[in-house]
Nanobody, 116 residues
């Protein structure tokens, strides 16, 4: 099993930046990739960014060029650096770990609000 804890959300003005963290514990050696999703009120959950065990990355078109997903030196922490934030980035952000056998685990989420 894997446990995920997100942090770093908050209130930021348009154009500002935030860095979200996702700390994984448990059987982290069997994690295949880690993804960040977001869900705004009344909308479906949206995949934002992915980082694989080999550190390849992929982004949704809506955040490409503004968000960066990366892994910490300890490799059990994944970051989402969010720059040039827009009001439409407002959502609950969730970390998702996908195991090599396909099972997925979710964190509890961290709220990001972009507003003046």
């Amino acid at each position: 099993q894997v446990q995920l804890v997100e942090s770093g959300g908050g209130l930021v003005q348009p154009g500002g930046s935030l860095r979200l963290s996702c700390v994984a514990s448990g059987t982290i050696i069997s994690i295949n990739n880690i993804k960040w999703y977001r869900q705004a009120p009344g909308k479906q959950r949206e995949l934002v960014a992915t980082i694989t065990s080999g550190d390849s990355t992929n982004y949704a078109d809506s955040v490409k060029g503004r968000f960066i997903i990366s892994r910490g030196n300890a490799r059990n922490t994944v970051y989402l650096q969010m720059n040039s934030l827009k009001p439409e980035d407002t959502a609950m952000y969730y970390c998702n770990a996908v195991m090599i056998w396909g099972t997925g685990y979710w964190g509890q989420g961290t709220q990001v609000t972009v507003s003046s």
